[in-house]
Structure formats: structure tokens, C-alpha cells
């Protein structure tokens, strides 16, 4: 149940400080509560401190564009575009999203930085991957003899070397690395 302290307002009625005080004033002072203090009128707009921009720290573009240009152009070889592509990835996204908060003036070279990292990295690692986990390549399921046989480069006797290491180790247990 509620009860009901005055007399109803509607909420697009406006409502008068002024009226109010005349109806306090007409009940007697002693049946009312006593009126609030006056508060401090505003004299203009508030001045409100100026609030401090973060510093731009530039600083991760130029190392990104330069790793990265280094690792696309060196890609070719394999590790050096993985080994200098992924600090290159990681500055430049570092260095991107500063610019893309609005700390850091240096996007643009961040990005290129980015992509570029990112072509050598993967690229790079297209050319290792057969090295790494043996997936493809110069006498795949042949036998040493078979192998050794068929290869024409020193790098194919390697490859056939190290497919069939115990084989070749214990044929050859002096032969020079």
C-alpha cells in the first residue's frame, strides 16, 4: 500500500521551486521540515582541467619496414626470411596498432613492415618445411645404394646420407662429415 504526500504531478508538468516555498509557508513552519540550504548559483561555464594527450611513441615502424624488407628479400634462402620475418610480424603489429589508437605517427611504415614480415615469414617457411619434417624430396623410398646411385650434386648424396643415417654410419664408420 502507498500513501500519497501531496498532491499529484503529472511528468510533463513542470515544476516551480517558487510554489513550492508557498506551500510551506501556508501549512505554518512548525508542520513542515525545515528548507534545504540555498545552493551556490553558477556564475558561467565550469573550467574543467585540461586533460594531459599520451606521449606518441613512435619508435617500432622504421624496425619493422627494415626487418621486413630484409626478410622478403632474403626469403629465398629459407631461414633468414622466417628468422628476420617474425621480429618483423611482431613490430610492426605493435608499431599498426599504436598508429590505429592514435599513439604513434609511424602506421604506414608499420604496416609495410607488417606485410613484408609477413611475405618473408611465410615464404621462408614454404622452403624449410620440407627440411624440418623430411616431407617430400630426393630419394624418397629408395635404398642407399638405389639413392646414392641416382644422385648427380653432392647436395643429393647429403640428402641420401641423411635419410639413411644408421645405413651410411655403419658402412662408412670413419667417412668425414
Wanted: charged fraction near 20%; glycine fraction near 12%.
Amino acid at each position: 500500500m502507498t500513501t500519497s504526500h501531496g498532491p499529484r504531478r503529472s511528468a510533463e508538468a513542470p515544476v516551480d521551486p517558487e510554489a513550492r516555498t508557498e506551500t510551506l509557508r501556508a501549512v505554518g513552519p512548525d508542520s513542515a521540515p525545515a528548507p534545504a540550504p540555498p545552493r551556490p548559483a553558477r556564475r558561467g561555464p565550469v573550467e574543467q582541467e585540461p586533460v594531459e594527450e599520451p606521449a606518441k611513441r613512435n619508435g617500432m615502424g622504421t624496425p619493422a619496414l627494415v626487418l621486413g624488407l630484409l626478410a622478403a628479400a632474403t626469403c629465398w634462402t629459407g631461414w633468414a626470411g622466417v628468422v628476420l620475418g617474425l621480429p618483423a610480424v611482431v613490430a610492426g603489429y605493435l608499431g599498426a596498432r599504436r598508429a590505429f589508437h592514435n599513439l604513434a605517427t609511424d602506421g604506414a611504415s608499420s604496416l609495410g613492415g607488417f606485410v613484408a614480415g609477413l611475405v618473408g615469414l611465410v615464404v621462408g617457411a614454404v622452403i624449410v618445411w620440407p627440411t624440418l619434417f623430411g616431407s617430400g624430396g630426393f630419394g624418397d623410398g629408395l635404398t642407399l645404394d638405389q639413392c646414392m646411385e641416382q644422385s648427380t650434386t653432392a647436395r643429393e648424396m647429403h640428402m641420401c646420407k641423411s635419410q639413411h643415417l644408421a645405413e651410411f654410419n655403419e658402412r662408412y664408420p670413419n667417412a668425414a662429415e
